[in-house]
């Protein structure tokens, strides 16, 4: 339980700071559904699978760490930070990327994905330990959740190279014609 005084300002500061953490997860969890459903990869299909089950962890322990404090974990979902393309590229890709071509750079932007979820918990470990005894109680939960980040960072960095080389035949013989409704 938290010794803080929930109107306390600086502890009001961090507790928004878990919720907009806590939003990313919530729209994260919702895009891991997504993508596990159109990855056309087993062994990504099964890691994607692996890091929800992880994901839903990171909520309960963000929700349980603001109520401790005097919050109330939001359900919104933030926006995620992937690129907008210009619309002059984005319709070339639109058609001309292929259907392996497309898997590829979800799994890229999967990567994003997870490590803007770092950096954020990286940031908030350091504001934790900043604070000092107020926000110790936090640091167990955010160094677990920092920790699957991690985890699926290597992992895609480490299978990127594997999916690429698989892919690659296929990309240099299909071409437009079978990606017209991928996104
Ligand atoms: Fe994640």
């Given at each position: 339980?938290?010794?803080?005084?929930?109107?306390?300002?600086?502890?009001?500061?961090?507790?928004?700071?878990?919720?907009?953490?806590?939003?990313?997860?919530?729209?994260?969890?919702?895009?891991?559904?997504?993508?596990?459903?159109?990855?056309?990869?087993?062994?990504?299909?099964?890691?994607?699978?692996?890091?929800?089950?992880?994901?839903?962890?990171?909520?309960?322990?963000?929700?349980?760490?603001?109520?401790?404090?005097?919050?109330?974990?939001?359900?919104?979902?933030?926006?995620?930070?992937?690129?907008?393309?210009?619309?002059?590229?984005?319709?070339?890709?639109?058609?001309?990327?292929?259907?392996?071509?497309?898997?590829?750079?979800?799994?890229?932007?999967?990567?994003?994905?997870?490590?803007?979820?770092?950096?954020?918990?990286?940031?908030?470990?350091?504001?934790?330990?900043?604070?000092?005894?107020?926000?110790?109680?936090?640091?167990?939960?955010?160094?677990?959740?920092?920790?699957?980040?991690?985890?699926?960072?290597?992992?895609?960095?480490?299978?990127?190279?594997?999916?690429?080389?698989?892919?690659w035949p296929s990309m240099q013989t299909n071409h437009s014609k079978d990606n017209s409704n991928d996104q």
């Amino acid at each position: 339980m938290s010794k803080q005084n929930p109107n306390d300002a600086i502890t009001q500061k961090f507790v928004l700071e878990l919720n907009a953490v806590l939003a990313i997860e919530n729209a994260g969890m919702e895009r891991l559904h997504t993508r596990i459903q159109e990855s056309r990869l087993d062994e990504i299909k099964q890691q994607l699978q692996q890091h929800l089950h992880e994901s839903t962890d990171h909520q309960k322990r963000l929700q349980k760490i603001i109520q401790d404090m005097g919050g109330e974990p939001t359900q919104e979902k933030s926006g995620l930070p992937l690129p907008v393309y210009p619309d002059i590229i984005w319709n070339m890709m639109s058609n001309s990327m292929t259907k392996q071509e497309w898997e590829l750079k979800r799994a890229e932007e999967d990567l994003i994905v997870e490590n803007a979820e770092a950096v954020c918990y990286t940031m908030l470990i350091q504001k934790a330990k900043a604070g000092g005894d107020m926000f110790y109680d936090t640091l167990e939960s955010l160094s677990l959740n920092l920790k699957d980040e991690q985890h699926m960072i290597d992992w895609i960095n480490n299978n990127l190279p594997g999916m690429l080389t698989r892919l690659w035949p296929s990309m240099q013989t299909n071409h437009s014609k079978d990606n017209s409704n991928d996104q």
